[in-house]
C-alpha cells in the first residue's frame, strides 16, 4: 500500500552540484533566498531565473522533478496573484467594473509575488534534490556548531533528523504490514463516517505506536553500547572540506547575485 | 471447494522503472483439508502469495479463486475474505486490545457474529492454542511472554474460524518449545475442524513431518508441487535452489551411504521406526 511512495526528493547523480559540499549548498541558497527577495525589476528576476535554470542543467536533473516540486504550489500561487492584483491599488487604473479595480502596480505586484514564489520554490528544492537527507543533516549540524557557545543543541538535532529520516521507510512499511494483518481480520478503514473511521485506526495505531517505542528503546541501546555520548569529542567518518569546486561556485553564484543587485541599484 | 491460483502473476510497482516480478504465472490448488507446506528461499515470492491468496494484493495477471469465489471482484472479495485466516510473521505485533479475550475477539467481531457466539469462539479458540480463558482471558496481551504473544495472535485468527489458514512462516524466532507448540495446535486445529492449512517455512523438518503436500517457488515460480516423498527424492534440484533436506532425510542418506539398506524417509518418527525394528533383528 506504500510502496508506491518515493521519500524526500534526492535524485541521484554524480554531477558538480551533487557534489558541491551542502554546507555550499545551504549558504548559497540562503544568498541566492536573500537576493529572489530583493529583486525588483521584471528583468532581474529572468536573470535570477536563468540562473536557476543554468543550476539545473548543470545538476542534469529533469525537468520533471522540478515540476513535480513545484506542482503543489498551483493553488497559493493562483491566490497570491489574485489577492495581489486586487488589494494593491497604486499607479494608473488599467481596469474597473463596480468594486473591482486593477492598477498597474497592483498587477506588477502580482506578477513580482509569483516570480519569488516560483523562484524560491525552484531554487530551494535543486537543493534537496541534489544532497541526500544525511549529508543535508551533516552540513546543517556544521553549520549550526558555532551555535554551541549559545548551548544551541546543534548535534542533538542533527542526530534527532537523521533519525527520523532513516525510520520513516521502516515505520511506513511496519504500518503497511500491521494493516493487511488487521484487514485480513475483517478490520474495515474504509466505510463509515470519520469518527467510525478514526476508530477503525485504533487496531493499527496501537502496534505502531508500541513497535516505534521498541525500535526506540532498541536503537538507543544499540547506540550506547557502541559508546554514544552526544557529539563531545566525536570524530566523523566523512568530514566534510571544502573543496575548489566550492569556492568556484561561491564565486559565481555570489558574483551573479551581486550584479543583478548592483544592476538594480 | 479450494483456492484455485490460475496463472498468477504479481509484479511490485509495475509501469516504473523498480517494477519486479515477485510471482510468475503460478498454478496451484489448495483442496479443502489440505496440508500444504511452502518452501523456498528468501525473496522467493512466498509472502507475496500469501497476500494473494488473502486478497490483500490484487494479481496482476491470472485469477485467484476461494470456493469459486474471484478475489480480483471487490464484492467477492469481501465474501471470501472470512473464508481466508491469514497468519503473519510475527503476528504478535499486531495485538492491541487492553486485555487478551479482546483482541482475540476483534475478528469475529468485525464478522457481525452475535456477542454470545463471539464469545463461544473466543473460548474455543484461547483452548485451542493453550491459553484458557479463565487464566488469560482478562490478561493485558502485552504482559504475556513472547510464545503466549503468538498464540494469542494465532487465536485472534483461529477465532475466525477461517476454512483455509494460511501461515507465513508461523514458527519464526520461538524456541524449539514454543515451536513444538505451535505446530501441535495447528495439527490440532486442522484435525479438530477440518480446514486447510498452508504453511510458510523454513524448516524442512517441520514441512516434511507435517504437510501432505509440498510446494517449491523458486524466484517467484513454482518449481514442483507434490507429496514429501516426491519433493525430496529431488535432492539435486533442491540443492540447487539453495534448499537442504531435512535432517532425517540426510542421515537415512549417510547411513545408506555406509551399507545400511534404509528405505526413502524423510520423519523423525519414520526413521526411528526402521532403526528400532532392524535393532531388534540384529
Known sequence: MFKDITLGQYFPGNSPIHRLDPRTKLLLMIAYIAAVFLVQDMWLFLAVGAFAVGVTLLARVPASYLWRSLKPLRLILLFMFVLNLLMIQTGDTLFHWGFLRITEGGLRQAFYISFRLILLVGGTSLVTLTTTPIALTDGLERLLSPLAVFRFPAHELAMIMTIALRFIPTLLEEADKIMKAQLSRGADLESGNIFQRAKAMVPILVPLFISSFRRADELAMAMESRCYHGSEGRTRMHVLRFSRRDGLAAAVTLGLIALILLAQA | ?282
Open chain 2, 1 to 282: 471447494m479450494a483456492i484455485q491460483l490460475q496463472n498468477v502473476t504479481y509484479i511490485y510497482m509495475e509501469g516504473s522503472v523498480l517494477s519486479q516480478a515477485a510471482v510468475s504465472d503460478i498454478r496451484l490448488e489448495i483442496q479443502e483439508g489440505d496440508f500444504l507446506g511452502m518452501i523456498g528461499h528468501t525473496g522467493s515470492g512466498k509472502s507475496t502469495l500469501v497476500q494473494l491468496m488473502g486478497g490483500l494484493l490484487q494479481p496482476t495477471g491470472g485469477r485467484v479463486l476461494v470456493d469459486g469465489l474471484d478475489l480480483g471482484d471487490k464484492k467477492q472479495r469481501k465474501a471470501a475474505r472470512p473464508r481466508v485466516g491469514l497468519v503473519f510473521q510475527y503476528p504478535e505485533y499486531q495485538l492491541f486490545e487492553e486485555t487478551v479475550a479482546k483482541d482475540v475477539a476483534y475478528g469475529p467481531h468485525n464478522l457481525g457474529l452475535a456477542p454470545e457466539e463471539v464469545e463461544a469462539r473466543v473460548r474455543r479458540a484461547m483452548e485451542l492454542v493453550g491459553l484458557p480463558y479463565d487464566r488469560f482471558g482478562e490478561k493485558s496481551p502485552f504482559a504475556l511472554s513472547g510464545g503466549e504473544k503468538r498464540r494469542a495472535a494465532l487465536a485472534g485468527v483461529i477465532a475466525m474460524e477461517p476454512r483455509y489458514l494460511i501461515l507465513d512462516e508461523p514458527m519464526a524466532g520461538l524456541d524449539p518449545m514454543g515451536r513444538k507448540a505451535i505446530l501441535e495446535t495447528i495439527a490440532g486445529l486442522r484435525q479438530e475442524t477440518g480446514c486447510a492449512v498452508v504453511m510458510v517455512s523454513h524448516s524442512m523438518e517441520d514441512v516434511a513431518q507435517y504437510a501432505q503436500r509440498i510446494a517449491v517457488l523458486h524466484q517467484g515460480r513454482l518449481v514442483k508441487a507434490g507429496a514429501p516423498g516426491e519433493i525430496f527424492q529431488e535432492e539435486a534440484l533442491l540443492r540447487s535452489l539453495g534448499l537442504e533436506l531435512p535432517v532425517p532425510c540426510r542421515l537415512a542418506a549417510a547411513l545408506r551411504a555406509r551399507g545400511m539398506d534404509v528405505p526413502p524417509v524423510y520423519t523423525e518418527e519414520a526413521l526411528a521406526a526402521f532403526l528400532l525394528e532392524r535393532g531388534k533383528h540384529v
